[in-house]
C-alpha cells in the first residue's frame, strides 16, 4: 500500500510535469478572453459534475471573495450550487439540462462559459456549451482524454484546456493547477504585476 501511494504521487507529478509543458500556451489565451471580458462588464459562470463541480465552485470563490491578494470582488457564478434549482430541473425535465437551463436566465452576450470536464462527455456540460454558444458567450473548456464531446464544440474564439492523461483523478489534479494559474493571470493583468 506504502507503494502505491507513493505511485499516486509520482504519477501527479509526472502529469503536472507533461501539463507544464503542453498547456501554458492555451491558459494564458483563456486568461486573456476572461479579463477582456471583466473588462467589458461580463462574468464567468462555471459548472461541472463531482469533482469538477467542487472545481467550478473553487473558482467562483477566488474570483467573489480573493485568491493570493487584496482586491475588489469579481463577478462568477457557479451552477452547481443552488439545490433548489438543481433538484426541480432535474425532477421536472432532465439532469441534462440543470446547467443550460439556469444559463439560459443567466448567461448574457460576452460572458464566459467555464466548462469543467474530465472526458468531456458529460451531456449536461454539452449542453451548457450549446447553450452558451447560442447566446454569444465564450467558452473556456477544462477537459481530459480525448477531449470527447466537448472538444468539438470549441468555436474559433473558444479554448480548450487538456489535460495529457487518461485518468480522472490526476485530470482533475491538474485542473485545480489550472484554475489557479487562470486566477493569477486575472488578478495579475486587473491589479498589476506581483512577485
Ligand atoms: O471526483 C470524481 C472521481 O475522481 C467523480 O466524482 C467524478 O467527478 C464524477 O464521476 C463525474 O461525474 C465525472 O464527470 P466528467 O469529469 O467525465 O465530466
Ligand atoms: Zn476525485
Do not use: W
Not at 50 to 56: H, K, L
Not at 60 to 79: D, G, K, Q
Request: aromatic fraction near 4%.
Amino acid at each position: 500500500m506504502i507503494e502505491r501511494i507513493r505511485d499516486i504521487f509520482t504519477e501527479s507529478i509526472q502529469t503536472k510535469i507533461a501539463a507544464a509543458d503542453s498547456l501554458p500556451e492555451s491558459i494564458a489565451k483563456a486568461g486573456q478572453i476572461m479579463v477582456n471580458s471583466l473588462l467589458a462588464g461580463n462574468k464567468v459562470l462555471s459548472c461541472g459534475n463531482g469533482g469538477s463541480a467542487g472545481d467550478a465552485q473553487h473558482f467562483s470563490s477566488e474570483m467573489l471573495n480573493r485568491f493570493e491578494r487584496e482586491r475588489p470582488s469579481l463577478p462568477a457564478i457557479a451552477l452547481t450550487t443552488d439545490t433548489g434549482t438543481l433538484t426541480s430541473i432535474s425532477n421536472d425535465y432532465s439532469y441534462n439540462d440543470v446547467f443550460s437551463k439556469q444559463l439560459r436566465a443567466l448567461g448574457q452576450p460576452g460572458d464566459i462559459l467555464l466548462a469543467i470536464s474530465t472526458s468531456g462527455n458529460s451531456r449536461n456540460v454539452i449542453n451548457a456549451m450549446e447553450t452558451a454558444l447560442s447566446k454569444d458567450m465564450l467558452i473556456v473548456a477544462l477537459t481530459g482524454k480525448d477531449g470527447g464531446e466537448m472538444a468539438g464544440l470549441m468555436g474559433q474564439n473558444d479554448v480548450e484546456i487538456r489535460v495529457p492523461s487518461n485518468s480522472t483523478a490526476r485530470i482533475q489534479e491538474v485542473h485545480l493547477v489550472v484554475i489557479h494559474a487562470l486566477c493569477d493571470y486575472i488578478d495579475n493583468s486587473l491589479f498589476g504585476t506581483e512577485a
